[in-house]
Structures are given as C-alpha cells and as structure tokens.
C-alpha cells in the first residue's frame, strides 16, 4: 500500500517492513495537501520542497508557526473589537494540534446565557468546544468568543461561526440548566447525598472524609494564627456538598468553585466560600497556595486526612506509580505550612488523625492504624506507619527545596533527630548549611566522621560493648580534660538555643570544639595500651558524637 507522506518523508522508494505488523509497504515521494482545500497528489524532491508545496496545498507543516499564527489571529480578532482573550499555552497547544490550515473566526453567545459564572462559560467553551474566551475592556465577560477551524470558506466563515454558535448554544442551555437547579437547594442539605459516594472502598465515603475532615480542621486551628475554629469547621463540613450537584457532575473540573457560588447563594460566611474554592490548592508547583487562615485549615485537613488514610491501608506510592496523587498531596502539606509560617509537629497531627479514622465503623482503617496492643496509636512513632509517613515527608521536602540549591543530606541529617516542625526544620538545614561552608564547618565533619568510625570499629572489636562512661579522673593529658570541658559547655548553651530554635547560635557552639578536638586527635593516642585508658578515651569520641548530633545526625551528611 503506498502512504500519503504528511508525516515524514522518504527520498527513495523502498520495502519497509512494520515490526508491529510484519507487512511490507512501499513510501513514495508523492503526497497530498489539505484534504479538502486540496486534495491533488504531487511530487516532493527533498524536505524544504516538500514543505513549501505542502503550505501551497494548505497545509501549515510546522507545530510551532501554526501556534504562532494561532496566537497572533486570536488576539488581533479580540484587540479589533475591542476586547481582550483568555489564552493559556494548553489550549492553544492543542488547537494548534486539531488543525492543518487554521482559520480564527469570532462568534457571539447569546445574552441569556451571561448570568452563568464566567468560570462556567469558559469550562464549557474550553474543555468542551476548544474556544477561546473574551473580556471586554473592564475584565467582564464578553458575549463573544473565538474558535481556529480548519476550513476555508467562500461566505467568509459565516455558516462555520453560526453552526459553532448553534453547538454553543446547545452546551449553554446545559449549564445554565445546572446552575439554576442547583441554586435552589442549599450546601448542607446535599451532605446525606456525601454518603453515597465512596471516597476509597476501604476508606469508606465522602461524608465520613468530611467529618474527619472537620474535626481535624478545628484542631488545626490551634497552630493557624486567625483561624476561628467555628468558621473553619463550617468550611471544612460544606467543602465537598457540591460534588453531588448537577454542574460539578457535568463539569467535574470547577469541584470547588461551584462549591463558592452556592455557598454565598446561600448567605454563607465569605472566608468559608473562600475557602470551599481554596481546599483543593496548592494542586501543583504552579498553583497559588492559599494564605486565608480558614483556606489553610481546611486544605491541609483535607490532604492530611487523604494521605494518612492511604498509609494506613498501605496503598503508598511505588516507583513512578501514585494513582491517589499521594506526593502532589505531601508536597501541598509542606507549601502549606513553610508559606504560611505554620507551627505544628506533624507526628502530633497524624496522630490526631489516626484517632479521628478510628472513631468511625471502619474494620480495615482499625486494622491498619492499630498498635500491637490493638490500641488507638496516638502517642510515639513506634505505633502505626508513621515513621514512614515522615520519611516520605523528607522526601517531598527534598524535592521541593532541589530547585533553591538546599542539600538532601542536609534534610536527611535533620529529620533524623525526629524534627517534624518544617518551619524549624528549614531553619535548622539553612543554619547546618551554612556552618559547613565554613573552615570549622568543614573541619568538624572530618572530626565527627574520625571519631565515629574509631568507636564503631573497636564497639565491633570488642563484642558490641559500648563506650558510654567518662570518667574525669582518669585523664592523663590536658588536651582530654580541655575537651571534656568544652563538651559540657556546649551541651550546656544547647538547652537554651535549641529549644529556641536560635540554630546558628548551636552552630556557632560547635564551632568552639574544633580546637579542642583537633588538639586531642593531635596528642592523644586513643588506643592505649592501658585497656581503663583506652576505654576512657573511647568513650570521650562517643561522646564528641553524642553532643554534635543533638545539632544534627552528621553521620547522614556526605563528604
């Protein structure tokens, strides 16, 4: 069979074998142009000529120029009548990708249909119609919108645009069908409908999640500074009514938004439509993070109700695979609370989460989250999966802070300690960070990598005994009694600054250790012939290992 070549191009003709098929077909250097607009055959004699003679036979070859051409047409049509157009490059990417020979045209939507939100227009005109929609000079919506065909016509376009309008106006009818309906019942009554949509089969349904949702919501009130927990709980019980409405059913994509025009329909506090449009952000690296103190409630509720229930069925994500969304939810968490300054122990709310689950009928949840001891797993990280929930934590965090240079050992170091604060968290790496560009920095690490090595190997030699005891009295150089004292200081200044948070003030206490321990590492032998000394000064490098990992777990810091 020979092939048009609108794809590609072979000079030769030649027997090509397909390897999904095993069929033989012949490429030629004939192909054909726009279908319609022209559908003759001709002859190509390389790529430039092949291009040229396919623009003359209305066909655009390049991706790239036809989207330009696009983008130059649409905004020309909008700026001619005095309007302005809604472009985003997925749209445009994809109409580009719909046509050969692209012709803008402008049509006009009948007024009946301008009280539906904008929002709503444009998801239908969008998701459904690929048009491009417009803005008159004050930022409202205009009755007009834009579409790229992929015909020439001899009226102009004028049987296109009305047979466009004609389909838009049928899709139209649709939504404002939904929006008028669902005006007339309000958000609380839908909730009992919540119960019949599963949320996950071993999680049970939307409704349980929202109650969940609420109680976790008002907790978290405690760390948000300005968060009412009256107005937060309302938020958090309204934030999922509108997914059994008639517009979410058909426009799944305005989840949320929707959910805002009800509830002020309705009188509902602003801060709570606010937040019902808000909860589902930040849905990637790109998204808006929300900042409203009952937004930021609810959305972390939400995600953190979504992730611990996940981890306690074990369904985590493997490889490539998260088909629940798990690391978009994790990494929302963290922009949650680092851009907006949040206070919290994450253990302590995973734990308040756990506890939320297992107040419900819910055999598999129970089953998952309960301890050895079949008690509700509230308190330690011994209890449940939350030393691995944390761990993937540090992971996401990792990802996060990759663009702004920040090192993952770094991270590992700190989360190593069992900080779970992000806010301090992040203080402590920037601090640990900048101590180790430093000489001393730098230095120290050596010091602390020698002296941990030293002891794990001659803990190995001698049967696992750990040397854990410092007896002064046995000291026989000064450079052992000066280090001693310089470990109790700075163990000393460590109950003050890192309970704190005052990071650089503990890095600038390690500091003071590296002349002292240079000095011992210079003059001491540590394996003494005399087996009390040898003990004795062991048990000294445990103990340089001992105060530097109250700072951070340097053993996890490369180099």
């Not at 006009?108 to 998701?127: H, Q």
């Not at 997914?243 to 929707?258: A, C, D, K, S, Y």
Request: proline residues 3%; negative net charge.
């Amino acid at each position: 069979e020979t092939l048009p070549l609108d794809y590609d191009l072979i000079h030769t003709s030649e027997a090509v074998t397909n390897p999904s098929t095993e069929t033989t077909i012949e490429a030629t250097n004939s192909t054909i142009g726009h279908r319609f607009l022209s559908p003759e055959s001709f002859t190509v004699k390389d790529f430039a000529d092949y291009k040229a003679k396919l623009l003359d036979a209305k066909v655009m070859l390049d991706a790239d120029e036809r989207c330009t051409f696009i983008q130059k047409k649409v905004i020309k049509f909008a700026k001619d009548e005095g309007l302005t157009v809604r472009l985003d490059s997925g749209l445009l990417d994809e109409v580009a990708g719909l046509v050969e020979w692209p012709v803008v045209l402008m049509g006009k939507i009948d007024s009946e249909f301008m009280d539906v939100p904008f929002e709503v227009l444009n998801a239908a005109m969008r998701g459904h119609q690929k048009y491009f929609s417009c803005m008159d000079a004050d930022g409202n919506p205009a009755a007009h919108f834009i579409f790229v065909s992929n015909m020439e016509a001899d009226d102009g376009g004028a049987a296109i645009i009305a047979g466009n309008e004609r389909v838009l106006r049928a899709r139209l009818s649709d939504t404002k069908f939904f929006w008028d309906q669902d005006r007339k019942q309000g958000l609380e009554s839908r909730l009992p409908k919540l119960a019949g949509v599963v949320f996950h089969a071993k999680l049970g349904s939307v409704l349980e999640k929202v109650e969940r949702m609420t109680a976790l919501a008002g907790a978290l009130c405690a760390h948000i500074p300005g968060a009412d927990v009256e107005t937060v709980e309302r938020a958090a019980k309204l934030c999922k009514a509108d997914l059994v409405t008639g517009m979410v059913g058909e426009l799944p994509e305005l989840q949320g938004l929707m959910g805002q025009y009800y509830a002020r329909e309705t009188g509902e506090d602003e801060s709570v439509a606010f937040a019902i449009a808000e909860h589902y952000s930040p849905a990637g690296p790109g998204d808006a993070c929300p900042e409203a103190p009952t937004s930021v409630a609810v959305a972390l509720a939400d995600k953190i109700d979504t992730l611990v229930g996940f981890w306690a069925i074990d369904e985590k994500p493997t490889g490539s695979k998260d088909p629940f969304a798990l690391r978009r939810a994790a990494l929302g968490v963290i922009r949650l609370i680092i851009e907006n300054n949040l206070r919290l122990s994450l253990s302590k709310v995973f734990a308040e989460t756990v506890a939320e689950y297992m107040t419900q009928d819910n055999a598999s949840v129970q089953a998952g989250m309960a301890a050895d001891d079949d008690t509700v797993a509230t308190a330690g990280l011994d209890a449940w999966h939350m030393p691995s929930l944390l761990a993937f934590f540090a992971d996401r965090l990792k990802v996060h802070l990759k663009e702004k240079g920040v090192r993952h050992d770094l991270i590992d170091a700190v989360f190593a300690l069992g900080e779970d604060d992000l806010v301090r968290v992040l203080a402590r790496v920037d601090a640990l960070g900048t101590f180790l560009e430093t000489d001393d920095g730098a230095n120290l690490l050596v010091a602390y990598k020698r002296a941990a090595n030293i002891v794990r190997i001659e803990e190995k030699n001698d049967e696992g005994v750990e040397y854990r005891e410092v007896r002064r009295e046995l000291f026989e150089e000064d450079e052992e009694d000066t280090l001693w004292q310089n470990l109790h200081a700075v163990q000393d200044s460590f109950e003050v600054s890192l309970k704190e948070g005052l990071f650089t003030e503990s890095m600038a206490g390690l500091a003071q250790l590296r002349p002292p321990i240079d000095a011992f590492f210079d003059k001491v032998t540590v394996n003494s012939d005399k087996p009390e000394l040898r003990a004795n000064r062991l048990a000294l490098l445990r103990a340089i290992v001992v105060v530097m990992n109250q700072v951070a777990d340097f053993s996890k810091i490369e180099g």
